[in-house]
């Protein structure tokens, strides 16, 4: 049942039951959206004076002074605090130096450390389920070892687990893709990167591997062998297209794509990728599984702090319809910026957490 309620009255966990619009008729939130403070925030910029909300007095009643959950993520403060960074930073280390470890034994034994891949899998899903903004940590992550195949797969294994999550995939499979992104790049821990046919070489040594591996289920594998194929059989190995495709591997293919994009030596910028994945959503990715993703990182977005390429501080508080690479900023000065009718502009990277 809906309910309509004053923006004042909002609370982190309230539920939109329909679409939030602007006088002209723009999608400013959608519908089903979880709000955080950050929606709040930008709903007093945007100058709403109320919404509906899904309204379930007896489920609120028990709810009240806990973590509201909804699409079972846990709803929490939309901005992290000191202490749940802290605590973040360090499972992600620690989860880190286990996969160091692993890859140390990959490299040295040919020998795949199963349990120690479910082990970190389980604790990824640990963190994924406990934490609602585990995306806004994720984004600002020291960036200076995004090229190291270890720090590359552990972040692909978060974002694999938070678009699983997000979909309502079962433990089982959330914890199944997760073991599947932290092993999709093995080929490159063994495989000689001199010959000519590196692709040849680097699926040759992936399939050695595999097949020794005790514990790995065919979903996995398949995800694994497949994350480098599009949904319109573009890719390899095989040219494989459309649903033939595992849905790990469809999920891999974007968590792979996302980070190689977004993360580098320059700082962390997912705006270029966000416009790139809706782009391509209709013809290499899976449509359902990209929008999701999509929806996920720009919720994450909203309110965040930016550079801009003029070396300005700004936050993002509107995104265009028609182009995600140029949102609508808010500078310090409280100076309202469309990007898209600004080409001397745009933004150079997000700006991290104090």
């Known amino acids: 049942m809906a309910k309509m309620v004053a923006v004042k009255d909002l609370v982190p966990g309230d539920i939109l039951a329909d679409e939030v619009l602007s006088i002209s008729g723009k999608v400013l939130l959608g519908k089903e959206v979880a709000l955080t403070n950050r929606h709040i925030s930008l709903l007093n910029t945007w100058d709403i004076q109320s919404v509906f909300i899904d309204s379930d007095e007896e489920e609120m009643e028990e709810a009240e002074n806990e973590d509201f959950v909804s699409n079972q993520f846990i709803v929490k403060e939309d901005q992290p605090s000191s202490s749940e960074y802290v605590r973040f930073n360090q499972d992600y280390d620690s989860i880190i130096t286990n996969i160091v470890q692993s890859f140390d034994i990959i490299k040295q034994h040919r020998i795949i450390p199963v349990s120690q891949m479910r082990g970190n899998a389980e604790k990824i899903y640990s963190s994924i389920a ?81 097949k020794l591996a005790n514990g790995l289920s065919a979903e996995i594998i398949l995800g694994i062998v497949q994350h480098r194929e599009y949904m319109n059989g573009t890719g390899f190995p095989r040219g494989t297209k459309g649903l033939q495709i595992h849905p790990y591997a469809r999920i891999l293919s974007i968590a792979d794509n996302f980070h190689n994009s977004t993360y580098n030596e320059s700082g962390i910028n997912p705006f270029p990728i966000l416009e790139l994945l809706k782009r391509e959503m209709y013809g290499k990715f ?21 550079i801009l390429s003029n070396n300005q501080e700004a936050e993002v508080i509107f995104f265009n319809k028609n182009n995600y690479e140029e949102p609508v900023v808010k500078c310090l000065d409280n100076q309202i910026i469309d990007l898209s009718k600004r080409k001397d502009l745009r933004i150079s990277r997000i700006v991290t957490f104090n």
């Open 130 to 210: 406990s934490n609602f903004e585990i995306l806004n940590h994720l984004l600002v992550s020291d960036n200076k070892l995004a090229d190291c195949i270890s720090r590359h797969s552990v972040m692909v294994a978060y974002f694999s687990g938070i678009i699983a999550r997000q979909m309502n995939w079962t433990k089982k499979d959330i914890e199944g893709v997760t073991v599947a992104a932290l092993l999709h790049d093995i080929g490159s821990l063994v495989v000689d990167r001199k010959p000519i046919s590196h692709k040849s070489a680097y699926l040759s040594e992936t399939a050695g591997l595999l």
């Open 286 to 306: 899976d449509t359902d599984i990209c929008q999701t993703f999509i929806s996920r990182i720009k919720d994450t977005l909203i309110l965040n702090k930016v």
